[in-house]
């Protein structure tokens, strides 16, 4: 766990240590003196050797200290924060709604195997699994908002008016679906398939010798295992969702941490990028730890192990 | 090579995949010949010119550029970016794989360790910090993209690798001191390419998508050079009053990775062997019957007084046109109270036979194709599945043979027999639980409360067992059919298994089928014996008659084999040669050629059963003792 921290941390900071040139001849032009510029790097720490800078960092880091960002003239864990609560919004819902819809196509596709459902859901889930999420989000938008006008193309909230949870709802349907169509996909998929493995071990004979009810059969005894096999990838599916939050930001102009990445990258606000990705990467560890526990929890048989 | 990729194309929507691909990889190596517009001479009087239009078949962008030029020219950047990127990838990923699985040790677990960390980032924010720092840029974004697909090759090969560097051929190239790099590229490489091909064909589509997400986001190709990511970028600005700009590439990105996944599917399909044999379909509640025999149910006479009557059943597994013939016209009956034993090899039919009977074989492949099983007068093959269902555990209840496995592994002990209850009985929960435990106590299981909590991997082999019989006797059944349910235990322990049931049998008046491939066990339990070989019943009568004075030659033959206890040293005397498959056609005795007492006649015709001596016996030269 506190390994895997330090990993990101280090990784992070090898990666920016590959911008090519001097920070501080960026900050005061070609034109500066060569004295000027040593004061500023004196001053911005970049004359130590790299493994003190590193340390340094990790140090503030730790602190809670992300440095500063030049653009926005503000603390980069400020911007974050602020920012993380809109992504959480958008990709939570997201998630909840792929890992539901997911699950619950992969039961009725296994257990109505080649039955006109079946083929309808693996239908789906082959759009689903080939179509970018931000061409799917551009769609929607030609489709609900210019079309049909029901629903706004962008923003989290109406400029004028709004700001309450009916206008959150109606600014979040689009992306939130468009988000979660590619993981849904890709959980319908496993679900499908690992449902039907199950559903021929020998204790769902058993159940069946009993006189279990096929529904019954089907939700509590075959997907009571399958859940233990689906969950770890369902984990992975965060990294997917929180990484198709990139675009789906972008597309429906969503003020969260993918979109600031994003700015961040294009006006070079190297601070604000390299403590995004850091924060958003230890929330993905951290969230795949609770995932973790939440397994030992569903499987006795691993506690035992 | 060529059947495998037949049996690729044979699956239509690989076959529709393959061509939608070829089709889109020719034109975008045509490019260049085509009498194309160039794709980024500008031409703004003409902008946004709608599809088929006269000069412009899939009309113009917003600085009147030609879309159909576009998008071609697009289509074959997107396309080299992302195979590139799937190489770049693919070769160090399979690189850092091969040293770490063969060297081992301090490198294996640095460079794991490195992967393992690179795997905690969504995979985007690693690529997002690669472009940060490099700046946006196409070849930027193809490193980016490379670097995020490298952790996954890497792991796949390094598993692979650890297996084999353990494997015989490695080891005594190693022992003949041959160097590691020509041990690694003339042994090892050769032998993980599949495994990269693998993972490179499930990624590319992948690392497609993730270039041209990059050139959405404006990360990737720079202006005026476009790959379909940046096409689809720039349209969004016009998504409102010209979505057909974005509309034309966003479809080309689709059908690429539509068209990867369509054959990559067909490959893992083809290459899977449990999809040829009917693995991974769902088995229905109910066996299936066969047509013919819903149509025409056989006559039976009614009057009967036993608990079940079994006529003339047959069971096939039929994997497309492959049929087997599992059980053959099989007859018997189990009075009450009564104990019948059916015991032969593996492969006999017992156990198909005993699944046949509540129509609990995996169905596909099995089907019951003729016969009859009826009880107190109740036909049960052509019983709907809630009739069906409401017998299963209540009149008739299982023991099966692996406890381990036909237990729920993660359901508690007391939920699995309070359940078995439940199902069929309403009641109050703490009834259920009070029964459970009094059952528990019944099979001989001490400290029933701990083990209402228990799961089955908590428990030894022997207490499974008592579980499954407690779990068999929750509904007081009329009939249990036990299906080798001692064979997965150690000797004292199938004798205290025996003792349980032998008890309860004289307890209850319970009637068991007691399916086994030991004569001894058979002759502790037993009052009747029916013997099984390829799907059929060849002798059947009462134990003592059977196991003293056989009259089958395979009866006799299978007794000859089996170690008695008691009776002094013995050479024990295996049945040469193999019995039938069942894919055959049985015009003959089907134990004609492994028989030592076979006369020409045997394999002219079916044999039919004789009544000696009410023993019956399925043979043309019985064996009769002077």
């Known amino acids: 766990m506190i390994p895997v921290l330090i990993g990101i941390t280090a990784i992070v900071f090898l990666i920016m240590s590959l911008i090519p040139g001097d920070p501080a001849t960026a900050i005061l032009g070609s034109y500066a003196t060569p004295e000027n510029v040593a004061n500023l790097n004196a001053k911005l720490g970049l004359d130590k050797p790299a493994i003190q800078r590193y340390l340094i960092w990790l140090g503030n880091l730790a602190q809670g200290d992300f440095g500063r960002s030049f653009s926005l003239n503000r603390p980069v864990l400020d911007e974050i924060l602020e920012r993380f609560n809109a992504t959480l919004i958008l990709s939570g819902t997201a998630y909840l709604l792929c890992s539901f819809l997911g699950v619950l196509a992969g039961i009725v596709s296994a257990s109505r195997q080649y039955e006109i459902s079946d083929k309808l859901i693996t239908f789906v889930v082959l759009i689903g699994i080939s179509i970018p999420s931000f061409f799917l989000g551009m769609m929607l938008i030609v489709f609900f908002t210019v079309q049909l006008r029901w629903l706004p193309a962008s923003g989290m909230f109406a400029i004028y008016g709004g700001g309450d949870f009916a206008d959150l709802i109606s600014h979040l349907i689009m992306p939130a679906l468009a988000l979660s169509f590619v993981a849904t996909g890709v959980i319908a998929r496993l679900s499908r398939s690992t449902m039907l493995e199950v559903l021929r071990l020998e204790y769902i004979r058993t159940a069946r010798a009993k006189g279990v009810k096929e529904f019954r059969v089907v939700t509590r005894h075959a997907l009571r295992s399958a859940v233990v096999t689906i969950l770890p990838v369902l984990g992975l599916q965060a990294g997917f969702v929180l990484s198709g939050s990139v675009y789906i930001e972008i597309v429906f102009q969503w003020p969260g941490i993918g979109r600031m990445l994003v700015d961040a990258i294009l006006t070079r606000d190297i601070l604000l990028v390299q403590g995004g990705v850091v924060f958003v990467a230890f929330c993905y560890v951290f969230f795949n730890l609770a995932v973790d526990v939440l397994q030992l929890w569903l499987d006795p048989r691993i506690a035992r192990k | ?626």
């Open chain 2, 1 to 626: 090579m060529i059947a495998f990729v037949k049996k690729v194309v044979r699956n239509r929507l690989a076959g529709l995949g393959l061509v939608v691909l070829f089709v889109i990889i020719v034109l975008a190596i045509l490019t260049p010949l085509l009498p194309l517009a160039p794709p980024n001479a500008i031409d703004t009087p003409n902008r946004f010119v709608l599809p088929f239009s006269d000069n412009a078949l899939l009309g113009t962008d917003h600085l009147g550029r030609d879309l159909l030029s576009r998008l071609l020219w697009g289509t074959q950047l997107s396309l080299a970016v992302g195979l590139a990127a799937a190489f770049i990838a693919g070769f160090f990923g399979a690189l850092l794989g091969i040293v770490a699985g063969y060297l081992g040790g301090r490198a294996d677990s640095l460079i794991m360790r490195s992967v393992d960390i690179l795997m905690a980032f969504p995979y985007i924010l690693l690529a997002l910090a690669i472009v940060a720092a490099l700046g946006p840029g196409l070849m930027n974004a193809l490193i980016a993209v490379a670097v995020v697909n490298i952790p996954f090759f890497a792991r796949n090969v390094r598993g692979v690798t650890v297996t084999l560097a353990q494997a015989d051929f490695i080891q005594s190239a190693r022992l003949s001191g041959r160097s590691d790099i020509s041990i690694l590229v003339f042994e090892l490489l050769p032998n993980v390419a599949s495994v990269i091909i693998i993972a490179f064909s499930t990624t590319v589509g992948w690392m497609i998508l993730e270039t041209a997400g990059l050139s959405f986001l404006g990360l990737g190709s720079q202006p005026p050079q476009a790959d379909l990511g940046s096409m689809l970028g720039e349209g969004r600005a016009a998504l409102i009053t010209n979505p057909h700009t974005s509309i034309i590439p966003g479809i080309m990105i689709f059908l690429i990775v539509m068209g990867i996944n369509l054959l990559g599917d067909g490959i893992r399909d083809a290459l899977d062997p449990r999809l040829a044999k009917g693995q991974l379909e769902k088995p229905s509640p109910l066996t299936r019957i066969d047509d013919c025999l819903i149509q025409s149910p056989p006559i039976v006479s009614t009057a009967s007084k036993a608990v079940m009557d079994v006529n003339h059943l047959s069971t096939n597994f039929e994997v497309g046109e492959v049929v087997k013939k599992a059980v053959r016209n099989v007859s018997f009956s189990i009075n009450a109270g009564e104990c019948l034993g059916l015991v032969g090899e593996s492969g006999s039919g017992k156990s198909v036979t005993a699944l046949s009977l509540m129509r609990l074989v995996a169905s596909p492949p099995g089907v019951v194709v003729s016969g009859s099983v009826r009880i107190s007068d109740q036909e049960l093959l052509s019983l709907p599945y809630e009739d069906m269902r409401a017998i299963r555990g209540r009149t008739v209840a299982y023991i099966f043979q692996d406890p381990l496995t036909s237990l729920h592994p993660l359901h508690r002990i007391g939920h699995q027999l309070t359940e078995a209850m439940s199902t069929h009985n309403r009641g109050a929960d703490s009834a259920f639980v009070e029964r459970a435990k009094n059952l528990l106590s019944e099979v001989r299981i001490p400290n029933p409360e701990r083990v209402m909590d228990a799961y089955p991997h908590e428990l030894s082999g022997g207490m499974r067992q008592r579980i499954g019989i407690a779990m068999a006797l929750a509904n007081d059944p009329d009939l249990i059919i036990a299906d080798e349910p001692t064979t997965a235990l150690d000797v004292t322990v199938q004798a205290q298994i025996l003792a349980i049931l032998k008890d309860l049998r004289q307890q209850r008046g319970l009637s068991i089928l007691f399916i086994s491939h030991d004569l001894n066990v058979m002759a502790q339990i037993c009052d009747r014996v029916a013997v099984m070989y390829a799907g059929e019943i060849v002798e059947m009568g009462r134990a003592p008659d059977i196991l003293e004075h056989p009259k089958h030659p395979y009866t006799a033959a299978l007794l000859a084999c089996s170690p008695q206890i008691g009776h002094g040293r013995q050479s024990l005397q295996p049945i040469a040669g193999m019995p039938p498959t069942g894919h055959e056609p049985l015009n003959a005795c089907a134990f004609a050629n492994r028989c030592s007492r076979v006369q020409p006649v045997c394999h002219q015709q079916p044999v039919e059963v004789v009544d000696m001596d009410s023993q019956l016996v399925r043979c043309l030269f019985p064996v009769v003792e002077s």
